[in-house]
């Protein structure tokens, strides 16, 4: 591609750069020269890749924040040129502006994922939606642009031949008309639907979707007829159906449901009684529901899915006798208990699941004897403890073998300067936070200054003048991190 018009060295500059994924200018100095780029526009882009590659100097710069009008207009006046640009010049990941739009390209070269979250209306006519024959993900969650737009959009949806992912978000506009369309694309996978998109009343045309595996359904009026309808979908593997308004009758539907890997549904008030349908689901691999209202009855009926990777039911009333039947589980990697009655005792049993990888055990009654015991989970990366009220300064020191954690969340957590020191020796730690802990003094965190990889930081007195020194060393032992006060 040629470039006619003269540029400053700026442009040059981001034009001459080697695989950079972005919203370049290639588009506005084409050779077609439809476009003049405003010398602020300019400015603004380049001040923004100089700071990237400054504090990412070894990866590859993948997306830069574009002005919002700037990509509105191209969108809007020149759909044909923009697409055959994106097409000519870019690989995967590379779009995105102030609200973002991102795309990949598939082995053919043809766009393949769409993105398009957030943004604002395109072109009258639609004509671009046409050009994405190809597209295999289409995201438009928070997209909705009218009911009459949305009603075109999905014209345009329904003759894409391999569409397999459909993140769609419009709240009001959603038809029963639009929803038996989907069943024209034959290889649909997957359907993400936005929170309070009202689609439980147009789930008829389900039984359709031959080939659907995960759908998701979050807050969506989904009721027992609707659920009726979901489980004739047989080819599901994973189904996301928290905060919906569906009874006991429904929920044994489920269990139809052989090939289902994951579960999630939260909001439903299970009970000893009510798992029994969940407990006939051997295949399943993932299971999160609030326990709440769970006891280590209910934990016995359980015992049967060893095949669980993932198990989170925050708020269980376990106890040393429920935490004791967890030692079935020994597959599972993830293992959620926020908010459940746990004892000191029963983690005992917690540190003989030796495959964990991530434990939460936030605003739990744990103390510094209970948590010692898991000290020996070597595999554990990530562990979540914020508003553990009754641990004390000190009650990290069993943790220091702990060498693989990379997230580590202690967000009043009742820790002190002892802590920090263990923490200081976590080498491969990317997230912390540590916020609202008063007992942790600037000598405490100076030990974060031995951490190389950290990328989240939150900590107490990040805007203090006090700490300004501090701070900077942080930033510079870890270019790129994040650091937030609070």
Same mark, same amino acid.
Not at 134 to 145: I, K, M, P, V, Y
Not at 249 to 271: E, I, S, T, V
Not at 273 to 290: H, I, T, W, Y
Not at 459 to 476: H, S, T, V
């Given at each position: 591609?040629?470039?006619?018009? *003269?540029?400053? /060295?700026?442009?040059?500059?981001?034009?001459?750069?080697?695989?950079?994924?972005?919203?370049?200018?290639?588009?506005?100095?084409?050779?077609?020269?439809? +476009?003049?780029?405003?010398?602020?526009?300019?400015? /603004?882009?380049?001040?923004?890749?100089?700071? /990237?590659?400054?504090?990412?100097?070894?990866?590859?710069? $993948?997306?830069?924040?574009?002005?919002?009008?700037?990509?509105?207009?191209?969108?809007?006046?020149?759909?044909?040129?923009?697409?055959?640009?994106?097409?000519?010049?870019? @690989?995967?990941?590379?779009?995105?502006?102030?609200?973002?739009? +991102?795309?990949?390209?598939?082995?053919?070269?043809?766009?393949?994922?769409?993105?398009?979250?957030?943004?604002?209306?395109?072109?009258?006519?639609?004509?671009?939606?046409? %050009?994405?024959?190809?597209?295999?993900?289409?995201?438009?969650?928070?997209?909705?642009? @009218?009911?009459?737009?949305?009603?075109?959009?999905?014209?345009?949806?329904?003759?894409?031949?391999?569409?397999?992912?459909?993140?769609?978000?419009?709240?009001?506009?959603?038809?029963?008309?639009? /929803?038996?369309?989907?069943?024209?694309?034959?290889?649909?996978?997957?359907?993400?639907?936005?929170?309070?998109?009202?689609?439980?009343?147009?789930?008829?045309? +389900?039984?359709?979707?031959?080939?659907?595996?995960?759908?998701?359904?979050?807050?969506?009026?989904?009721?027992?007829?609707?659920?009726?309808?979901?489980?004739?979908?047989?080819?599901?593997?994973?189904?996301?159906?928290?905060?919906?308004?569906?009874?006991?009758?429904?929920?044994?539907?489920?269990?139809?449901?052989?090939?289902?890997?994951?579960?999630?549904?939260?909001?439903?008030?299970?009970?000893?009684?009510?798992?029994?349908?969940?407990?006939?689901?051997?295949?399943?691999?993932?299971? $999160?529901?609030?326990?709440?209202?769970?006891?280590?009855?209910?934990?016995?009926?359980?015992?049967?899915?060893?095949?669980?990777?993932?198990?989170?039911?925050?708020?269980?009333?376990?106890?040393?006798?429920?935490?004791?039947?967890?030692?079935? +589980?020994?597959?599972?990697?993830?293992?959620?208990?926020?908010?459940?009655?746990?004892?000191?005792? @029963?983690?005992?049993?917690?540190?003989?699941? %030796?495959?964990?990888?991530?434990?939460?055990?936030?605003?739990?009654?744990?103390?510094?004897?209970?948590?010692?015991?898991?000290?020996?989970?070597?595999?554990?990366?990530?562990?979540?403890?914020?508003?553990?009220?009754?641990?004390?300064?000190?009650?990290?020191?069993?943790?220091?073998?702990?060498?693989?954690?990379?997230?580590?969340?202690?967000?009043?957590?009742?820790?002190?300067?002892?802590?920090?020191?263990?923490?200081?020796?976590?080498?491969?730690?990317?997230?912390?936070?540590?916020?609202?802990?008063?007992?942790?003094?600037?000598?405490?965190?100076?030990?974060?200054?031995?951490?190389?990889?950290?990328?989240?930081?939150?900590?107490?007195?990040?805007?203090?003048?006090?700490? $300004?020194?501090?701070?900077?060393?942080?930033? %510079?032992?870890?270019? @790129?991190? *994040?650091?937030?006060?609070?």
């Amino acid at each position: 591609m040629s470039y006619k018009t *003269k540029t400053d /060295v700026a442009i040059a500059d981001l034009l001459s750069m080697k695989k950079i994924l972005l919203f370049s200018l290639a588009l506005i100095f084409s050779s077609t020269n439809a +476009f003049a780029l405003h010398p602020e526009d300019a400015k /603004v882009i380049q001040e923004q890749m100089d700071f /990237v590659k400054k504090v990412n100097p070894r990866e590859q710069v $993948r997306w830069i924040e574009m002005p919002e009008s700037l990509i509105s207009s191209i969108f809007s006046e020149y759909p044909n040129t923009f697409y055959n640009w994106l097409e000519t010049n870019f @690989g995967r990941n590379g779009l995105s502006g102030s609200r973002p739009i +991102f795309y990949s390209l598939n082995v053919r070269g043809r766009i393949s994922e769409l993105n398009l979250t957030y943004s604002r209306k395109l072109n009258a006519e639609y004509e671009i939606y046409k %050009k994405f024959s190809e597209l295999e993900a289409l995201d438009l969650r928070t997209f909705s642009q @009218g009911a009459d737009e949305d009603a075109i959009i999905f014209q345009h949806i329904c003759s894409y031949p391999r569409l397999k992912i459909l993140r769609w978000g419009s709240e009001e506009h959603t038809t029963l008309k639009m /929803v038996e369309s989907l069943s024209h694309c034959p290889l649909l996978e997957k359907l993400e639907l936005g929170v309070r998109t009202r689609i439980g009343p147009l789930t008829a045309p +389900f039984k359709n979707f031959a080939r659907l595996k995960s759908f998701s359904c979050g807050s969506c009026s989904i009721d027992d007829k609707a659920v009726a309808n979901i489980v004739q979908v047989r080819t599901l593997e994973e189904l996301e159906i928290s905060g919906n308004d569906f009874g006991p009758d429904a929920l044994r539907l489920f269990a139809g449901l052989k090939n289902l890997k994951r579960l999630y549904m939260y909001g439903y008030p299970f009970d000893d009684d009510d798992v029994s349908v969940l407990a006939g689901m051997k295949q399943l691999e993932e299971l $999160r529901f609030s326990g709440r209202h769970l006891t280590y009855r209910g934990i016995e009926k359980l015992r049967s899915l060893s095949g669980l990777r993932r198990l989170e039911i925050p708020g269980a009333r376990l106890g040393t006798l429920g935490m004791q039947i967890l030692e079935a +589980f020994v597959q599972t990697e993830i293992l959620t208990l926020d908010e459940s009655e746990i004892t000191n005792e @029963g983690m005992a049993s917690i540190a003989k699941l %030796k495959n964990l990888k991530e434990l939460s055990l936030s605003r739990t009654k744990i103390e510094a004897p209970g948590l010692a015991q898991i000290g020996t989970l070597s595999n554990l990366e990530v562990l979540r403890l914020n508003g553990t009220l009754r641990l004390e300064p000190g009650s990290l020191l069993p943790l220091a073998n702990l060498r693989n954690l990379r997230e580590l969340f202690l967000t009043n957590a009742g820790v002190g300067d002892q802590d920090m020191e263990i923490i200081g020796n976590f080498a491969k730690l990317e997230i912390l936070f540590i916020n609202l802990n008063d007992r942790i003094t600037l000598d405490g965190y100076r030990h974060l200054l031995n951490l190389r990889n950290l990328k989240d930081l939150l900590i107490k007195g990040a805007y203090d003048p006090a700490n $300004r020194e501090f701070i900077e060393q942080l930033k %510079k032992n870890n270019p @790129g991190c *994040k650091i937030s006060n609070a």
